[in-house]
């Protein structure tokens, strides 16, 4: 179980050792997790590892999940490919806070099985000296050895001081809370590993390294990022979340139900051959992922009420995601006062909430007659016949005609 979804586990036979070791000393493993706060919300990519985290509870152990508020000052240099704008404490403090409330729906928030410390307890405090002693533990060149680096080193792009300084900071945080484990996405790996090399300087024996997958975005293809715009947020409303899921490629499911899900490596491999094998429909068990994880986030009955929402839009209407020009009717309430309040026409015919269809507005991605809008209302004379086309997701129909009658 708890090796499920995980890429490797370092070094081979180490995480075996210490659970054994956990049940003869009677005592829990201390399982670190940390997040810096450089955004405000987490996504289903971020509880990849919070599940992970969630699991080791379950098994009786301590989750400590450490809030990078001071490594966010500099910024992870993981998977980039060029220095991290630096962010202001006032903007890392309001994450700090949504973050750990967006992380109690996943973890157990018994205080006997769950540890959340800011890594600015002992940063913070640390003096040149310190300092100095820390950057002792390791050399350029191993560094330099870093994927992520070696490139941008190659390519005459710049590496802060700051960024070589990162990894050796989160290895400081596995000496702080004395890390038995520590996980992390196949990005951090350099990272965690460096935390061993830190424990071990300071004499403190070496933790395990738990790599977990980087889960894809709603496109199946790039990581799970805000910035992609492939993304579903744990806070989104639950058919929000339903419908996403729904639009997922289904190349991209199997990996939604390791990563993200408790079902067992035998449940898993069963779908895939009952799906190859046509006893199961791809679109049922991507209803059953997508009704899950509406519930996860929203609770039991919103899942189902999400499930009951789309099948409205799509299933009793006849109405696909992506299905293509789907036709549809204004309205005598659409009116108002000579124009249309458009959010109401996207609520309705596509399916996102009025937040969303604003957001959607705001950033060019609704056309009207293939012409941009760029207001919430819109005049009511001239819209029959025309087409409406609401960005480029297959999640909701990417073109409507609004009939002439």
């Not at 729906?105 to 099985?113: A, I």
């Not at 108002?336 to 996207?346: A, C, F, H, Q």
């Not at 996102?352 to 004379?381: H, M, W, Y």
Request: proline share 5%; glycine share 8%; aromatic share 6%.
């Amino acid at each position: 179980m708890l090796t499920k979804g995980c890429v490797e586990s370092l070094p081979a036979g180490a995480l075996a050792a210490k659970l054994e070791a956990a049940r003869r000393e009677e005592r829990q493993l201390r399982v670190k997790l940390g997040v810096d706060p450089t955004a405000p919300d987490i996504h289903l990519g971020h509880t990849v590892v919070l599940t992970k985290l969630r699991q080791f509870q379950d098994a009786g152990h301590r989750a400590v999940l450490i809030i990078g508020d001071y490594t966010a000052r500099i910024g992870d240099p993981s998977g980039v490919s060029k220095t991290r704008p630096r962010l202001s404490p006032e903007a890392i403090e309001i994450n700090t806070r949504t973050y750990q409330e967006q992380a109690w729906k996943v973890l157990d928030q018994d205080p006997e099985k769950l540890e959340v410390r800011r890594n600015s307890e002992w940063l913070a405090p640390l003096k040149l000296e310190d300092i100095f002693k820390l950057m002792s533990t390791t050399t350029v060149a191993r560094m330099l050895e870093r994927d992520d680096f070696e490139k941008r080193f190659r390519a005459g792009q710049p590496i802060s001081m700051l960024e070589f300084l990162y990894p050796l900071l989160q290895g400081f945080d596995s000496v702080a809370v004395k890390a038995d484990v520590e996980l992390g996405g196949t990005d951090q790996k350099f990272n965690m590993l460096m935390g061993r090399t830190v424990q071990e300087y300071y004499g403190e024996p070496a933790q395990v390294v738990l790599t977990n997958e980087i889960l894809p975005g709603t496109d199946g293809v790039q990581r799970m990022s805000k910035s992609v715009g492939n993304y579903i947020g744990v806070t989104e409303p639950p058919d929000e979340i339903f419908g996403k899921v729904m639009s997922l490629p289904d190349s991209a499911m199997m990996t939604y139900f390791q990563l993200l899900t408790t079902r067992s490596e035998a449940e898993i491999e069963d779908l895939k051959r009952g799906i190859v094998n046509g006893t199961l429909h791809p679109r049922d068990q991507k209803a059953a992922l997508a009704r899950e994880l509406a519930a996860r986030f929203g609770g039991a009955e919103a899942g189902a009420a999400a499930e009951r929402h789309f099948n409205e839009l799509f299933r009793d209407k006849k109405l696909d995601a992506g299905a293509g020009l789907v036709e549809c009717r204004l309205e005598p309430g659409d009116n108002e006062s000579g124009s249309v309040y458009l959010p109401k026409l996207l609520e309705r015919w596509f399916g996102l909430t009025r937040s969303e269809a604003r957001r959607r507005i705001k950033q060019g991605g609704v056309s009207i007659a293939d012409r941009p809008v760029d207001s919430e209302t819109v005049a009511f004379d001239g819209l029959a016949g025309v087409t409406i086309k609401a960005g480029k997701s297959t999640r909701y129909h990417g073109l409507i005609r609004i009939a002439t009658d």
